[in-house]
């Protein structure tokens, strides 16, 4: 005689404990892909996000050592490198020695570099609106607070 066998019944898997959708870091980064998608739309000058910021710190600091530049934007050491080498092969930074300090070279915008900064600077700023446009005022002065804790 041939047994029937019954149809198993599917079993739900238990929820995992992680869940990537849920993580700060996976959230965090695609809100920057978000952003970075808009800046590259908008900026209306050819630089990178990274380039982007020595450039506006310069223009709001004036000159600086390259390494305090990279502390100012969060960039190692090698990356503020690169950074500056590339914007002063365009034309947009230059070095000169420090006067205080003959072993420190300073870094600063040339009148290009400070142009451009000038020129981008407003779409930054409807960057960055546009970015937090989900958000209600409250919201986003919460966003920015809240962010500034975990820096």
């Known amino acids: ?3 029937s066998v019954s149809p198993k019944r599917a079993v739900k898997p238990a929820r995992p404990s992680y869940i990537l959708d849920d993580q700060i870091g996976f959230i965090l980064r695609q809100v920057w892909q978000r952003h970075a998608t ?4 908008e900026i209306g ?14 223009a709001e600091t ?4 390259q390494n305090l530049l990279g502390r100012h ?15 002063t092969a365009r034309g947009l930074t230059e070095t000169s020695p420090d006067p205080e300090d ?11 570099g400070q142009q451009l900064a000038e ?9 960055s609106r ?7 005022a409250r919201e986003r002065e919460t966003l920015i607070a809240l962010l500034d804790r975990l820096r």
């Open 1 to 3: 005689m041939a047994r």
């Open 62 to 65: 004036g000159p600086c050592s």
């Open 119 to 127: 020129k981008a600077a407003p779409n930054a700023i409807a960057i």
């Open 130 to 136: 546009e970015t937090l446009a989900p958000l209600d």
């Open 38 to 41: 808009i800046f590259a739309r």
């Open 102 to 112: 003959g072993r420190r070279l300073l870094v600063s915008l040339t009148r290009a």
């Open 45 to 58: 000058i050819n630089l990178t996000p990274t380039q982007w910021a020595a450039v506006s710190k310069l």
């Open 73 to 87: 934007t969060a960039m190692d050491v090698a990356t503020i490198k690169g950074v500056i080498d590339r914007l």
